[in-house]
């Protein structure tokens, strides 16, 4: 049963959990919209709150040159530097701490009693990282725009420019952290092997065979950031955009789809699932779907994922790999990769 709350100055959306595309709550235009607690809001629905004057805080997660090139009218803009740590480890891609992403709300003007609305291109990846942290430290009202930028522009809807100028707050989190949705680099090592725990790699193929590759014009070893190529013992794969219409609108596929993709492959509920990728993006956007669109119970997103887990193995061995190449074959292969984009230039 939908419970809505009304306070005088924003519409509180009480944190909930499955919802799903299909199900598009009709709204009266003649009446106050309001946000329900649900995961995820569609564009429709966006935009009737946004044409009601109703106050909510709408992020776009993107390049700023991107941001400015169009956004979603009202919308503040953060990216990928303003919620991570850069100081703390010797490698990168490791979430902000607390007290970071309080420092970050509080210039954003946020309050903890605000509905904070995310969006951002490509799939929502890096939307649902934001998600996921401010999940983790504890903001209880969020909402994902199903689709993103792409299905809002391919619908037609108001296309802004305009920057806006928050009023700084003092944000503050009021709840506990919830680190039962956090894995760390020693739970990760303990579930290796465990039969009650499956570690799932949602990167891209080539990423977690270990194979060198080519993405926009650049022939890589390894994605940048990464001290080595191969994956952690014992991973199973299912890449992360399988549960979106990248082709088509950028939604999410439909529940049976969604379900099948990962029950089908083992991916079961009644098992503890930690995912990772390279830097617990894309594996923020899959443990989204796990969670809150297939009601999965126990699922703990791997905060370091490749980045610090290649980083102790290269270091200290520590850790254990797997790989479809040994050094050699990998070495020839990106060396004949490289030869041929020569020839091709």
């Known amino acids: 049963m939908n419970k809505v709350s009304f306070i005088p100055i924003f519409i509180v959306l009480l944190a909930g959990t499955g919802c799903w595309q299909n199900e598009v709550r009709q709204t009266d235009a003649a009446t106050t919209p309001v946000v329900t607690e649900r995961s995820l809001l569609e564009a429709m629905e966006l935009k009737a709150l946004l044409d009601s004057g109703a ?10 040159n991107v941001y400015a090139k169009g956004h979603i009218a009202n919308a503040l803009n953060i990216w990928r530097t303003d919620y991570e740590d850069a100081n703390s480890f010797p490698y990168t891609g490791m979430r ?18 605000d509905t904070i609305i995310l969006y951002c291109r490509g799939g929502n990846a890096d939307a649902l990282r934001v998600y ?15 689709g993103g930028f792409e299905r809002w522009r391919q619908l037609a809807l108001p296309i802004d420019t305009t920057v806006k100028e928050p009023t700084r707050t003092d944000y503050r989190f009021s709840n506990t952290e919830n680190t039962a949705i956090l894995a760390t680099l020693d739970e990760v090592l303990a579930a290796i092997g465990d039969t009650n725990v499956i570690l799932l790699d949602t990167r891209e193929a080539e990423e977690f ?15 940048d950031g990464a001290f080595t190529f191969g994956r952690i013992s014992g991973a199973v794969h299912i890449n992360w955009s399988e549960a979106v219409e990248l082709d088509e609108d950028h939604r999410f596929k439909s ?24 830097s617990g993006v894309r594996s923020a956007h899959t443990t989204f779907v796990l969670t809150k669109l297939l009601g999965y119970p126990n ?47």
């Open 55 to 64: 106050q909510l805080v709408l992020i776009e997660v993107s390049k700023p």
């Open 96 to 113: 902000a701490s607390k007290a970071q992403m309080e420092a970050l709300l509080s210039r954003l003007g946020i309050l903890p009693t």
């Open 132 to 146: 996921w942290l401010l999940h983790l430290y504890g903001h209880p009202h969020l909402q994902l725009l199903n």
């Open 209 to 223: 065979m270990g194979v060198p590759y080519i993405d926009k014009d650049k022939v890589l070893p390894w994605k």
């Open 255 to 278: 529940l049976r789809a969604l379900r099948w993709n990962f029950e089908s492959r083992g991916i079961r509920p009644d098992k503890t699932i930690i995912t990772y990728c390279q």
């Open 299 to 345: 699922v703990k997103n791997y905060d370091g994922s490749w980045i610090e887990w290649s980083y102790y193995y290269t270091q200290y061995q520590n850790v254990p790999i797997a790989r479809d190449l040994s050094e050699a074959e990998h070495a020839r292969q990106l060396q004949a990769l490289r030869a041929n984009q020569r020839k091709a230039s």
